[in-house]
């Protein structure tokens, strides 16, 4: 198996069995070494119930094994064929207005509903028995894109699986009024039974929350489901290919799998902000992820809403996830659809056969992997840095986003923005990531921190002498989401022995704040806390309400060996960038000086050592090495010192 | 009883009972003297049907009776308990595509229902019954902002009550069918009980607007069925707490009420506009009403919407409904939500019992109450000038705008805004408001005259001598929203004797008029009336098409003693200035030279006369005194000539 | 019969009978010669089912012929009355989320249904009976405006007419299936009965588009089924009047009624767009289309979203369809209705009898007319150039619109507007249209040329000298909206030679391409094509990604006797307009020389030639006569050269 892999998704149920050859010719030709097949394919397999055809299906694998192809395997359970509708119209989701989803889209079925899971257990069974042990299979992935959308289905079914859920969270009717407030709006209920779906009323933020995580947990258990099955037949790793959607809760879904497997599609104008995604995403598992589906050019659906890209993007955007720790980049598609939902989606080839303008760069980007193998391979990316992000603090935002338009991911990838200057690549921790190798953790927008242990691990983290920069908008609701009554906070008030006097809301009017050490005046986001007089005091306001005048918004304390931040501003990415830089002084983790939009990632293994870049801005960049490097890719060497990169330019320095 | 009163929402049940205390303490601290309280805790009062409990909100009264806190009883019947929708789950609404509304907001119940108003009876009785006679409760609040939303409800109850409201109204389902033109479209109806909810269809806007007024009609029923119970178990006035929600008939909602009650939640942009709502609300009882809700800081519900405020808003916003002819104004909240559906929404506390930041200008306002109390409890706001403003006009406008995104509010309150210039404050009256103390009424968009008496009382007032300046977008509609077949007008063209030749909707180009005494052009807004010859002309079109040029579109007529002005331009608040001063001079009026957006409030009682002023823009504003005064709160004396206020300045000058 | 006529909408239904005497004398002041009577008065003429009265009408007509005054006779099946819908409720549409549409604004019952379509076919035939032979009724209009909303009626007739018609198209199941590449997703149905309706899902743009179809094909066979009525009862011409609402087809829906109908209303702003429908109008039928509505002054319904137009306007815009081809102008409405839906549109009169500001315009227009009649009457438009637009295509846009936001209007009307300078006037023609009497031809945005037998005439006109100028976005797609698998496009790769080798979004960034000519740059639409080398090149990409720059983008090709000029650049009008001289010239068609949004007609009659020149910018503009001109209107003559016409100028040179 040739790593870091080069594939494509390849749906040969839609085309005429004669052009297999013809498109496996081209796949050569274009260096693709991995292919995704099967996953929405179920009616092929299965034309009516119980009756199966594999037959062209291990055409197609063979095929691809003679021509050194390798394959994902998808299981096809996100589109039923219609004799599973029709015969039990109640698999569809339920609307909240009372209308099921019709047959037509993908994803339309209940993950709750028995007869769904009955059909989906016995095609996924049939199909890992007759491939479980291919050797040219080289992975399974569940589904596809799987999560819910907007209020979720209602049936009976999800409905049931809700009020368990809360049961076996709250264990009494009590316990769950008590923890929500429910005697506010005398909203409180008698028995877990009587708790509706959150929808079709002004729905208090606990209880819409938890309506989502249950909608989120069933696609979960789906999935999981799946995984129980497949390892019965095959010991090829298992995955689930997900996006970047809503608050799916990355670390379990992948709890019981084997390889993280993502899915994006970016555009010029927002391929700085990727990194993030992988940043997370690596650190989702131990193993190396797969980056199951990007563009080759633009997606689009019965419309295109991207349009051509500068050459090179094709390129970068192929190399991001191998540089940021995955092994795999597939393209989706291989071949344009000739009709369907998605026929004006960018592919590796027109339906004609033509070739797309990128196939150059896909060359180019085979020919790269190749040379670059051993390098990556052998290394894994090396930090010292974790910015948090959990899935639950998104769902919080999204129930109650504390201030109106202001989103979750905005917090924390600032923070990875803020530290592109410095030359840092952090890891995006959740909330079951081990905290031990990290120096210096950034919580911002954080509103709970009550997430299973992560509160006595956070203590001790930093007692043990982490330097943890906190805020703003983090530790100030509990784990439900609502206000702590004795405290401002969950723990700072405690570690840090200073108030959260305030928490304002702000538009950058009738407010400003100074750094302490005459460096001037802050930037205003649009929320500010506000602590009582104590610790070493970095930032205070010094225009505003008379009461706010003088009092602390940045300040640091000793805790145990380790130190606190506490940041109660929303710095925009130059002050964030200081504060950062602060803190990373303090945990003596060293930086290099970067500018432009480059992403710098260290990478370790045995005996090797040695730098991706990528340059993600369409323009020019540049980081300063400290010892000559040579370029895998080129061979080239540089001197230590400032080394200029070109738009979307990609250097594999050892 | 200290008046007038600083005041807040106060919600015990939501909190342990051992914070009482705390809480009573802080308020007093503050300077609390009146506490809302009760208005949705129906569950903690009566767990399961017909088992009340009553002895924790005794505590609370008489723990505040002791603190000298007075109480308003709020009847809890917005929020219903879970075991009335699990009974019948008929009593909650139904929308227009079937799914009727789930528990978990408020205001959820069908006010038509029989099975819910039975439930509603019983609490309000019990409730009446536990607290008619103690002597702490000083008033009662009925539900909380209570009106309907969207199509409202549209079960059988509420059709057959719309069936009945138009039969009384109409008498014969011809005689419908002739009032609202359904020959039209073939859309006549054979009896009432055909006329479907104005839902699910391209309907007429008269079938529209009594659909409108049929829900409204309900609410204020709802209401008074509540005054009726309470009257029988206390003497303590009663009122409803209202909010400035499209189309409410606050005059009819009040009629059977003691004390007019109004929730309101404005920012540093819009706050120069509510006294509009204060001059109105003033006139709709001849008790000085209470402001029941306002907020500390800013609202929000899941997220906030408004920011943090200049040092003084806290104050002045206290203090304008108690200028403008209030006794209460009262704080919605006391103390932040720590959890639920408005867990963000300012209030005196913060959840864990810190103080926001206003908690200084609360005091302060506190303070000043105490110090102007006998100024205020002793004077009324005097004026000679009114602006109507009718419910009648509102539901039309939101029925048939007459020109796309123009609504009914923005004629009177630029009326008002014109007066401030000439230091006028006047009242702004509904359609059954005696006219007997004006010497000058100003009707714009006041699309129909048609409500009860009001044409013959108009006529009557200007034949003795009123001035009234009329239009534009008025009297050129029947009571049900038709056009006149006869006359372009219900009235004014017989009054004046000239034909209103056009209407005309603007958008600024193509057209153009002056003033006839040289002083330039009008600007033009997006609608236009057009007289024949005749009265002392002020204004003519010229420019535009020819049929136009040369027209009257000002003029003004003697009628009996009195004067109309007829204005069929839609004048910037510039020229409206300019025409209102022509008018308060033909009546007599002493005019007060102001700059600035200050609201200047003169006040007379038994033997006491003074001015309350209230800068509400944030900036410099003045006003020339006529005398020396001097203003209660400081002191200090001012000579006659200018005045210059500060921003957000309070003056009550004797 | 005095031609063209000049017409209104009359309802004498919604009006106290001693309102007609006048009304008709206010009628012939203003010089108008027709009435279109009746569309919406059902109920007055069947108050109850079977029973019949037509008096009022007979009074009505004949009040007009005492008078000269034509009628234009509707029948009323927008608007049933309320017995029908009481006696069968499923009358009504129903709607996507199973809510019925309720009785009150028109066009509310479903057309496939069978109660309804009884009660239709009833009263047609009554009226008819008592109509049929009146020989003042000059015409009759079926029903109004009748088209498909949103996504149609779901009832279980529309669903069984959608199976029928699929049935019919595709013959089986499996051959759909085939065709609309139905593996994709596991979509494929295993009958006919198991398709949904196109809604409730994410709906692959196929079956949508057949939805649509099916959809409006009822409509079509609803009229149909009406004019099928009325031929039994008269001999006057039968129309329908039609909107320019999405992809109705007009070729269809009149293939069996003698008389185009058509309805606009349009504003200054894009009056200059208007002749585009005329355009296509007049190709419809060979007789002379009748403009059945337009309005006087704005439009609106309950509120008015149209304002003051500039004087002239109302006279331009009751000329333009008369020069274009048609032979009636009608206003909507004669006087404003007194209550009701509509109650501000504007009218001839208002309400209350007095004449609207532009009733001298109409009387001028009305003597116009007349002056001209001869010259219209025996002459028609001339042109041997024509733009294709077709129903098809429009549905196939609406359902995948290529790139976000780009509709199908867009690319047939840009290349009508670069005629414009060129003096050229073209046949805007549908896909029956006969192609022999043009010599040029333009394609854009014909995403598919497969509708019936086109392709073939298409093919045969180029290689018998036609001169084609193709695309971009076309040929593109297959007859159900497929990519091509063996080819870029259906006939133009085989045609000219050259492959397409590209389809590109671009937003204009990344790509540029000029002209071989060295007259400069190309602006860049939101779409190119790219051609493998070939034919003679016209423009080259010049910048943009390696593979794509040196290309071709627009080039020319010999066909047998013919030209085809692919043009794969999405031109602006400037480029475009150059694009076309080269074409016209290609063909030796003569042009003249304007200057501004002059719409210059040529008509040609037995004996007579002449223009007829409408100004529709508001501005000044200009045209280049090649001999001394006669103008009919004014009697004044203009010598060869430039004629520069005044804002909103009419010429009818002879």
Tied chains: 1, 2, 3.
């Excluded at 990838?413 to 120096?439: E, F, N, Q």
Aim: one cysteine or more; aromatic letters at 10%.
């Amino acid at each position: 198996m040739k790593k870091p892999f080069l594939g494509c998704a390849y749906y040969p149920e839609d085309w005429d069995e004669d052009q297999i050859d013809f498109d496996i010719s081209m796949m050569k030709k274009a260096g693709i070494t991995c292919a995704r097949i099967a996953e929405f394919a179920w009616r092929k397999m299965e034309p009516s119930r119980g009756h199966y055809d594999f037959g062209w299906l291990h055409n197609v694998v063979d095929k691809l094994a003679a021509a050194d192809i390798s394959v994902v395997m998808g299981t096809p359970t996100a589109c039923p064929p219609i004799w599973l509708i029709k015969e039990y119209p109640d698999v569809a989701e339920l609307g909240p207005n009372g209308v099921r989803k019709s047959h037509g889209g993908r994803r339309h079925c209940c993950s709750n509903n028995p007869h769904y899971l009955e059909a989906s257990d016995a095609i996924v069974t049939a199909l890992a028995k007759e491939f479980g042990n291919d050797p040219n299979v080289i992975g399974w992935q569940i589904d596809n894109e799987i999560y819910s959308w907007g209020t979720g289905c209602v049936c009976e079914h999800c409905i049931e699986r809700f009020h368990k859920a809360l049961e076996k969270k709250y264990g009494s009717i009590e316990n769950l009024n008590a923890r929500w407030n429910l005697n506010l709006f005398s909203q409180a209920y008698d028995s877990f039974d009587e708790i509706p779906a959150a929808v079709n009323a002004w729905h208090n933020p606990h209880i819409h929350m938890e309506w989502i995580v249950s909608n989120r947990e069933a696609q979960i258990d789906f999935v999981h489901r799946q995984a129980v099955i497949l390892r019965k037949y095959t010991k090829a790793p298992i995955g689930t290919d997900m996006m970047p959607v809503n608050g799916e809760d990355y670390e379990k879904m992948n709890e019981c799998l084997d390889i993280a497997m993502f899915n994006h599609y970016n555009e010029p104008s927002n391929l700085p902000g990727l990194p993030f995604w992988y940043n997370f995403i690596r650190t989702v598992r131990d193993t190396p992820f797969w980056n199951t589906e990007t563009a080759t050019t633009w997606n689009g659906s019965e419309a295109i809403t991207q349009f051509l890209k500068p050459e090179g993007f094709c390129r970068v955007n192929s190399w991001i996830p191998i540089a940021l720790g995955g092994e795999a980049n597939m393209y989706w598609l291989w071949r344009q659809h000739w009709a369907g939902h998605e026929l004006i989606h960018g592919a590796v080839l027109y339906p004609d056969g033509k070739p797309m303008h990128t196939f150059g760069e896909i060359q180019q980007t085979a020919a790269e992997f190749e040379k670059a193998s051993d390098f990556i391979t052998s290394t894994k990316v090396d930090t010292e840095v974790a910015i948090q992000f959990t899935s639950k603090n998104w769902n919080m935002f999204e129930c109650q986003s504390v201030i109106a338009n202001y989103g979750y991911l905005d917090g924390p990838s600032d923070t990875m923005h803020a530290l592109t200057p410095l030359g840092i690549c952090p890891d995006v921790i959740g909330a079951r990531a081990s905290l031990d190798k990290y120096k210096v953790i950034f919580s911002r927008s954080m509103l709970t921190l009550e997430d299973g242990d992560m509160p006595e691990r956070l203590e001790k983290w930093v007692r043990d002498g982490g330097v943890w920069v906190v805020g703003p908008m983090t530790d100030i609701r509990d784990s439900v989401g609502a206000h702590y009554k004795k405290s401002a906070t969950g723990m700072t008030e405690r570690l840090t022995g200073v108030d959260m006097l305030h928490t304002i809301p702000t538009d950058g009017k009738y407010l400003a704040a100074e750094w302490t050490d005459g460096s001037g005046e802050l930037k205003f986001g649009r929320w500010t806390e506000v602590y009582s007089e104590g610790g070493n005091i970095l930032a205070r306001i010094t225009k505003g309400h008379s009461e706010l005048v003088g009092k602390s918004v940045i300040a640091s304390f000793d805790c145990g060996k380790g130190k606190i931040i506490l940041c109660g501003a929303m710095l925009d990415r130059d002050d964030l960038t200081k504060l950062a830089k602060l803190a990373l002084d303090m945990a003596g983790i060293k930086q290099r000086k970067v500018e432009g939009k480059l992403t710098v990632v260290p990478r370790k293994g045995d005996g090797m050592d040695g730098l991706v870049l990528c340059e993600l801005g369409y323009e020019n960049a540049s980081v300063e090495l400290d010892r000559p490097m040579t370029d895998i890719l080129t061979g080239k060497s540089y001197p230590a010192g400032r080394l200029c990169v070109e738009p979307y330019g990609i250097y594999v320095l050892e």
